[in-house]
């Protein structure tokens, strides 16, 4: 059985590479002059950083690299809530080391200005759509209520072998090509928290929505789950 300090690693290790693959990409690879990745480009960015830290790091942890999948996992009876809050730790120290070390990378640019919103999450004037707090708020209970359902049933025990962090990482592509443009996509209060550290834009006063809201989806992503699809005991 895996020590806590091997699961703790894990999920620091995973949140760091989701968060410095995810915003890094786009920070640094968006909107690169003649070869942006935009935002298709950075929507399979997250999923790629879900699909192989999940196969790398998932046999040890859990591969949760998420506070709103581990509470949800908790819900779902699927993990104990006893190791919840190691968990937790892990992934935010984790997603504020990447964001420490994106900054780092991206203050060496010659005429560097600032970080500007650092891939930050936001509603109303720090959403890139513009969108206000309640469309943000609906945006990211639904897409974390979809996400772990797709978690919970990709894992199951009749589902196929092998196969659940791809289609845990495709959905969390799919997430972001649907909710980039309201909230600059969530689902995740690790990841928020993060660039929200380090970001322009006053993304610390919108970071309490990215704790709420994913953590509510989540909650009701697993009760929607076990009521209504689980026939597992």
């Known amino acids: 059985m895996n020590s806590n300090k091997a699961k703790w690693t894990a999920e620091f290790l995973g949140t760091f590479w989701l968060t410095l693959g995810g915003c890094g990409s786009a920070v640094l690879a968006a909107a690169f002059p003649g070869v942006g990745i935009g935002l298709l480009g950075v929507s399979l960015a997250f999923g790629l950083t879900v699909v192989t830290g999940a196969y790398a790091f998932g046999p040890i942890s859990g591969g949760h690299f998420n506070p709103a999948v581990s509470v949800g996992l908790v819900i779902g009876k699927r993990f104990s809530a006893s190791e919840l809050p190691g968990y937790i730790i892990a992934q935010v120290l984790g997603a504020i080391a ?113 704790w709420v809201a994913p953590i509510v989806g989540a909650a009701l992503g697993a009760l929607i789950y076990n009521v209504l699809l689980s026939d597992e005991s």
Not at 130 to 144: D, I, K, P, Q, Y
Not at 198 to 208: E, K, R, S, V
Request: glycine share 16%; proline share 4%.
């Open 98 to 210: 990447a964001s420490g070390l994106l900054y780092l990378i991206v203050s060496g640019k010659t005429g560097f200005a600032g970080v500007g919103g650092f891939a930050s999450n936001g509603y109303g004037a720090n959403s890139p759509g513009g969108f206000n707090l309640m469309s943000v708020l609906l945006t990211e209970v639904a897409m974390t209520a979809i996400f772990l359902i797709v978690i919970l049933g990709s894992t199951a025990k009749k589902a196929a072998g092998g196969f659940g962090g791809l289609a845990i990482g495709l959905c969390l592509t799919l997430i972001h090509l649907v909710s980039i443009p309201v909230s600059n996509t969530s689902v995740n209060p690790a990841r928020s928290t993060g660039p929200a550290l380090f970001a322009q834009t006053g993304a610390m006063g919108d970071l309490w929505l990215f």
